[in-house]
């Protein structure tokens, strides 16, 4: 199944990412109401693949108590491509961590967030120019997406992503009119591949041990749909 939507911001494209952040770094957090969406696998990607286009430095931020990003991230160490800075904090401790990953260079973080509703969510929308909700690619993942997408949308840019993870074949026209319902930017989709959490146990992400399968061409088209959505603010 292709990706939803293309932006056109080719390896070519040279707009700064901070272009529409006031404070020089730009902040990306993936969210959403219910466990194993796929939050933390689109974080690391998320962050590898922006690593890799450019735009680094990269910082990752652990506000999920689990700390599976995290964990990722110190598993990454001395593997080559691992974001430059990463922390965990609370939710109260947001706005201190973020200000401690800026000072020290990073250009864009990426959160990753425990499942949560849009009182819960609402402190990291309000600190990120772009939230990214993962969506099951089915009746009641896109329509729970929409549905949190419609309540933090006065908050931040939103962008959703239809992860095929365990899709059970329904039409993507189906899918996707149900997210428009959430007010945000449909960004791509992820297909299933087992590569994901393989390359995640290990600290790596599929770009680096399967780059000839799609699902690599899946995060790069991604990455360059929600590079797009950025600059365009
Ligand atoms: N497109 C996909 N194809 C195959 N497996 C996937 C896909 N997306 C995610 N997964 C796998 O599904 C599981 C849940 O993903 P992940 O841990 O990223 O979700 P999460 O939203 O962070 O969950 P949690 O609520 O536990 O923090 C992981 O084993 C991950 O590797
Ligand atoms: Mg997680």
Request: aromatic share 4%; hydrophobic share 45%; proline share 4%.
């Amino acid at each position: 199944m292709d990706n939803i939507l293309r932006f056109g911001c080719g390896p070519d494209d040279q707009s700064d990412i901070t272009t529409e952040s006031d404070s020089g770094m730009a902040v990306i957090a993936l969210v959403s109401p219910s466990g194993g969406a796929g939050r933390t696998m689109l974080a690391a990607h998320i962050a590898a693949q922006a690593g890799r286009a450019g735009d680094g430095p990269i910082a990752v931020l652990d506000v999920d108590p689990k700390g599976s990003l995290w964990t990722w991230w110190r598993q990454r160490q001395g593997k080559g491509g691992a974001p430059s800075f990463a922390g965990r904090a609370e939710t109260a401790g947001l706005g201190a961590a973020l200000a401690d990953l800026r000072g020290q260079g990073a250009r864009l973080c990426v959160i990753d967030t425990a499942p949560g509703d849009a009182a819960a969510l609402g402190p990291v929308a309000e600190a990120a120019d772009l939230l990214v909700i993962p969506a099951d690619a089915d009746a009641a993942g896109t329509e729970e997406a929409a549905a949190l997408g419609q309540a933090l949308a006065d908050k931040a840019t939103l962008a959703f992503v239809l992860n095929g993870r365990s899709h059970g074949g329904e039409q993507l026209g189906n899918l996707t009119s149900r997210l428009a319902a959430g007010g945000g930017w449909p960004a791509g989709m992820v297909r299933h591949a087992d590569a994901y959490a393989a390359s995640m146990t290990a600290g790596r992400t599929v770009i680096e041990t399967h780059p000839e399968i799609y699902a690599a061409d899946d995060i790069a088209e991604l990455w360059a749909n929600l590079r797009g959505i950025l600059v365009a603010g």
